[in-house]
Structure formats: structure tokens, C-alpha cells
């Protein structure tokens, strides 16, 4: 069964500072992995996805990589702002349960 | 604009009483999916659909029921026999075969069960 882990669960940052966010998995026969971010009482906004056969994707500051055999994928945002501050959530595709798979998410806060 | 319409955003209902979430997407889309969504719990699917008049029980389906009658709508059911309804519920879509793509999600609807 696969297991998504995601830590630390919470995390506060200056703003102007680069951080990594990370995601484990327990079963590496994925399809692809998407990383989400959700605001409070909001749905999950797509942030970036990618696919078992890429190393990484980058969209604006945030840049995503995936490393199938060690089962872990981060998320690198560059010189963070307020506006980042919201919970980020990686999912997987497993391709043998033919499910998404959610991690429970870091809660980030940049701070002014 | 494309994207997923959810509603209602708020919703009340009291024991006993079924109530229907709508989800409706014009992304053309073949896949849907009904999520729930708890307080420090990651997300767990209710159910899920490939394809119009098929549907497929998540990990959570007791209490639940759906329909997918159109491509474009995909409702959720909270009956009675839900135990524990009061949660944040979200609808998502994406491409199916062969290997799902992109999840898009709703803005989510929370019931509370008074």
C-alpha cells in the first residue's frame, strides 16, 4: 500500500528565503506526482506536475524534483513572499492501485 | 473561463436528511472524483469515475452515492447511513487514459451535520 509522508508538518521562514518542501513515498512504481497548494477553507490549486520519466519541472519560482528509486520528491520555492503561505500537499499516482495517493500536507508561513 | 463549479459552499444539514453536493466541469474532462477532507488527515476518495454511466467506490464509500449521467457532472450523495458526515468535501477532474494527467479541483463544499 502506498504511503505518502510529508515533513516537517509546519514550517516558518523569514520572507526572501529559499526553501525545500518534501514528499516520500513508500512504493516506487508511480506514474507521476503533482504538488498542490491549498489555502484556508480553499480547494488545491495544481502547482506542478511530473511525470515518472522527468527529474524535475519548474514553473516561475518554484522548481520540483523526483527521484523514483530513493521515493522522494522536493519542492524548491525561491526567495519566498507572504503570499506563499499556505499548506502544500504532494500526491502520487501509483500505477499498481491505479490511485492518487496525498501526502497531509506542510503548512507554511512566510513571515514579514 | 474552464474550470470545476462546486456548491453549495456552505451547507447545513440535520441528522437523518440526505443531502446532494453538485459538481459540475467544462475542462471535457472523462475522470471525476469526490474527496473528503479532515482536520490533519491527508485527502481520501469517496468515489471516482473514468467515464459517463460507470463509477468506481474509493476508499471511503460507505454512506455515500453518486451518478454520472453527463461528462460534465458528476453529484455526491451524503445519506443518513454517513456516520460521521461533518467534513470539508472536494471534486476534483483530469484526463483519463491512460494514466490520469493533471488533477483540477473545486473550490469544495463543507457540510455540517447540526
Known amino acids: 500500500k502506498q504511503e505518502v509522508t510529508q515533513i516537517p508538518a509546519a514550517l516558518s521562514v523569514p520572507e526572501g528565503e529559499n526553501l525545500v518542501l518534501n514528499c516520500s513515498f513508500t512504493?516506487?512504481?508511480?506514474?507521476?506526482l503533482q504538488w498542490f497548494r491549498q489555502d484556508p477553507g480553499k480547494g488545491l490549486t495544481s502547482l506542478l506536475l511530473i511525470q515518472s520519466s522527468q527529474r524535475e519541472q519548474t514553473s516561475g519560482r518554484l522548481n520540483a524534483s523526483l527521484d523514483k528509486s530513493s521515493g522522494r520528491s522536493t519542492l524548491y520555492i525561491a526567495a519566498s513572499q507572504p503570499g506563499d503561505s499556505a499548506t502544500y500537499l504532494c500526491?502520487?499516482?501509483?500505477?499498481?492501485?491505479?490511485?492518487?495517493?496525498f501526502g497531509t500536507g506542510t503548512r507554511l508561513q512566510v513571515t514579514l | 473561463d474552464g474550470g470545476i463549479t462546486q456548491s453549495p459552499k456552505y451547507l447545513f444539514r440535520k441528522e437523518g436528511q440526505n443531502v446532494t453536493l453538485s459538481c459540475e466541469q467544462n475542462l471535457n474532462h472523462d475522470a471525476m472524483y469526490w474527496y473528503r477532507q479532515d482536520p490533519g488527515q491527508g485527502l481520501r476518495l469517496i468515489y471516482y469515475s473514468q467515464i459517463v454511466n460507470d463509477f468506481q467506490k474509493g476508499d471511503i464509500a460507505e454512506g455515500y452515492s453518486v451518478s454520472r449521467e453527463k461528462k460534465e457532472s458528476f453529484p455526491l450523495t451524503v445519506t443518513s447511513a454517513q456516520k460521521n458526515p461533518t467534513a470539508f468535501y472536494l471534486c476534483?477532474?483530469?484526463?483519463?487514459?491512460?494514466?490520469?494527467?493533471?488533477?483540477?479541483f473545486g473550490e469544495g463544499s463543507r457540510l455540517t451535520v447540526l
Open positions: 500526491a502520487v499516482y501509483t500505477g499498481t492501485a491505479s490511485k492518487l495517493t
Open positions: 512504493d516506487s512504481a508511480i506514474y507521476n
Open positions: 476534483a477532474s483530469s484526463r483519463a487514459a491512460p494514466v490520469p494527467g493533471e488533477l483540477f
